[in-house]
């Protein structure tokens, strides 16, 4: 059996768990306890099990005030996952999305349509320019076969922060159907049914909710969920079978990832322990503070202006100096204990860096004094 590093002279910034820390935007650094809940076996038809995963789905739809109206279904698999889960359950055979894009994820969506066969169109800005509200409310007032509008709250690709209210209020207006890919904004950034009309948002467990991988989930306006049925062209992400079985029996319908549940409840322990989405987002909004000022001081550019920046992963641009090599920069970063992500934007030759996961402002000034030593080591 092979354990994990543990914190060494060489390497003294491990994790409590001996791991390097992610910062990255998922899978990320979980707390010990949230590890340590997955040390247990349950079968699926287990009582207790039973009772956390229903317990897991209340919360859940609590953290977006829609305990009155939404439910919410958890899926096996990555976010991507519930993502497609969310296209082929809530847009008909019939019907047609309108994919607003900035960004490789709201790209991905358009994919997924195609293999699964979805009329859709797309409203597409540059990576570092929020959706056009203006321009979505032209195209639906022309459109009128539109009949669903997709959105990602935080794009990824940037770390940009798109204007969901604005298009969730233009959407409404129109009397069209609104899908958030909330994935990396879900738990950190206020989402409130109360304020913003939807028929389904996405997000996953090991996101800002600080759970392991395993599985994501859709909250879900209950009337629009019902009206889904028979429109899924999967069996394994059909969101409304899946809802239907979990209503009947609180089982679900095939394996359901026992140990990632058992560290979601744990996460979600710790996140209302935290003050919920304010807490949690206040401490990833200081980590991101901390960090662009740290680069920025060094001499690194951010993409994005600050109003345009969520507090979940920052992109830099790279160093022009032609003796920087990022596979270096990131190998050296490594060795002393911290993650980083490669870029993933067309407009420029970046990096990422991100500002969630089970880390504080020790972590995000360490992982800056490795970076300014790498700059070093590396003239």
Not at 163 to 171: F, G, K, M, R
Request: charged share 20%.
């Amino acid at each position: 059996m092979t354990h994990p590093p543990v914190p060494t002279q060489s390497n003294p910034v491990a994790s409590p768990t001996g791991d390097p820390w992610l910062l990255t935007p998922g899978p990320l650094t979980t707390s010990p306890t949230v590890k340590q809940a997955m040390l247990h076996d349950y079968g699926s038809r287990d009582r207790t099990f039973i009772e956390i995963n229903a317990k897991v789905r209340q919360r859940l739809v609590a953290i977006v005030d829609g305990q009155d109206s939404h439910v919410c279904v958890p899926l096996q698999g990555s976010g991507t996952f519930v993502v497609e889960a969310m296209v082929g359950t809530f847009v008909p055979p019939d019907g047609k999305l309108l994919i607003l894009v900035n960004g490789a994820y709201g790209h991905r969506i358009a994919k997924i349509c195609k293999y699964i066969g979805r009329h859709h169109i797309i409203q597409e800005t540059a990576e570092d320019t929020p959706v056009n509200v203006q321009q979505l409310d032209k195209r639906l007032g022309e459109d009128t076969d539109i009949s669903h509008v997709a959105v990602i709250h935080c794009e990824t690709t940037s770390g940009i922060l798109n204007p969901l209210a604005e298009v969730a209020d233009v959407v409404a207006r129109h009397g069209r159907s609104l899908l958030i890919d909330a994935m990396s904004a879900f738990g950190a950034i206020p989402l409130s049914t109360h304020e913003i009309k939807f028929d389904a948002v996405v997000a996953s467990s090991n996101k800002c909710l600080e759970g392991s991988p395993g599985m994501g989930f859709c909250i879900a306006n209950r009337t629009a969920l019902k009206a889904t049925q028979g429109n899924s062209p999967s069996l394994c992400l059909d969101l409304y079978d899946q809802w239907v079985s979990m209503e009947s029996n609180g089982q679900w319908r095939f394996t359901p990832p026992t140990h990632a549940i058992l560290a979601f409840n744990q996460a979600l322990d710790e996140f209302e322990q935290e003050g919920g989405v304010e807490g949690r987002g206040r401490r990833y909004l200081e980590n991101c503070r901390i960090l662009i000022e740290g680069m920025r001081r060094m001499g690194f550019r951010t993409l994005l202006p600050d109003e345009l920046q969520a507090p979940i992963i920052v992109t830099f641009h790279m160093p022009e100096d032609p003796k920087f090599d990022f596979n270096r920069f990131y190998d050296r970063l490594s060795s002393q204990g911290y993650v980083i992500y490669p870029g993933k934007l067309t407009v420029a030759e970046s990096f990422r860096i991100g500002c969630i996961g089970r880390l504080g402002a020790q972590e995000i000034r360490g992982a800056l004094a490795a970076i300014e030593s790498t700059m070093t080591s590396l003239e």
